[in-house]
């Protein structure tokens, strides 16, 4: 167990607690995101990211899956696996991950009803599992700005079709906030900050400048960059 699994609690209430839901992440695969034409695909990565680093900041269990890994989709972006080094993705050959057994009963393991979704692409690998999980009795939060598709129109009919069957559209910033819900929960605020300042543009560009400036902290350092070596085949 995470030392986080001491936190205060948050009220529920048709709200997404860390003790309510489980994050599903599909498809973040690169043949996937050469396809996206609707949203900028860096910050599709950046904001998947995001949501992961939340994910284990705030100890919610994570499903990540796979499709035809080698047959066509590649693996995993490395981003996301850095965040679960010791995480194996479910693979998959079905394009609706909610028609693989494996996927569904790490679903069920979890225990929970509510599912914090994003993949790839928004009008199959998201919009069918979405509409299944609901029929079969689960809450479904779509994570929009995670998400992407061939186009916008591709995309936003997409999004209509799962808000119409009763998902529920969120954002990966609005998701970690939902956990956080109050500065006051310290456990986690300096790792929240963290995911800002790294990960949510102006936002946490703010947030640096308010502590630098009007707090007097020491300035973010980030770990030094060093220039990979040649790889000994290209010498």
Known sequence: MSPLSGRARRSEKGLLTPDNCVVALIDLQPQMLFGVANFDRQAIINNNVALAKAAR???????????E?????????????AVFPKQTPIERTSMNSWDDDNFVAAVQKTGK??????????????????????????EVYVVEDCCGDVSQLAHDNAMKRVIQAGAKPVTALSVMLEWQRDWAHKDTY???MDIVKTHCGAYGVGVEYAYTMVHGAPETRFPEYFVPAAAAEHK
């Open 57 to 67: 900041v705030f100890d919610v269990p994570v499903i990540l899956s796979t499709v």
């Open 190 to 192: 300096d790792a929240v």
């Open 69 to 81: 890994t080698r047959g066509f989709s590649g693996h995993m972006w490395p981003q996301i696996q």
């Open 113 to 138: 009803k509510k599912i914090v979704l994003a993949g790839l692409w928004t009008e199959t690998c998201v919009a069918l599992p979405t509409v299944q999980a609901i029929h079969d009795g689960y």
